[in-house]
């Protein structure tokens, strides 16, 4: 059974940084990728980015190019979000996920708060 469970979030200045992390378990082989996404109050959950299970490959979110950072550590088997020049918008949960022989799974999230 796939388990991600995500720690790292909290509140934070306008401008400023935090680092998310997310510890996967239960993958048995093949490869699947993690990503983050997240959901704001009365608005739809959206991908933030995403990293191949190996790590090569990533992609990011406009919103998000230039300001985060998605990484994969295999031998820990986490990925983690690093979130620069945060604004208020960014104020959301944010859920690890992953795709594994097509069906997707989640971690119960984590809340960020952009607040000055």
């Known amino acids: 059974q796939v388990q991600l469970v995500e720690s790292g979030g909290g509140l934070v200045q306008p401008g400023g940084s935090l680092r998310l992390s997310c510890a996967a378990s239960?993958?048995?082989?093949?490869?699947?990728?993690l990503s983050w996404h997240r959901q704001a109050p009365g608005k739809e959950r959206e991908e933030v980015a995403a990293i191949t299970s190996a790590g090569h490959n990533t992609r990011y979110a406009d919103f998000v190019k230039g300001r985060f950072t998605i990484s994969r550590d295999s031998a820990k088997n986490t990925v983690s979000l690093q979130m620069n020049s945060l604004n208020p918008e960014d104020t959301a949960v944010y859920y690890c996920?992953?795709?594994?022989?097509?069906?997707?799974?989640w971690g119960q999230g984590t809340q960020v708060t952009v607040s000055s």
């Open positions: 996920s992953s795709r594994y022989y097509g069906r997707d799974y």
């Open positions: 239960g993958f048995t082989g093949g490869s699947y990728t």
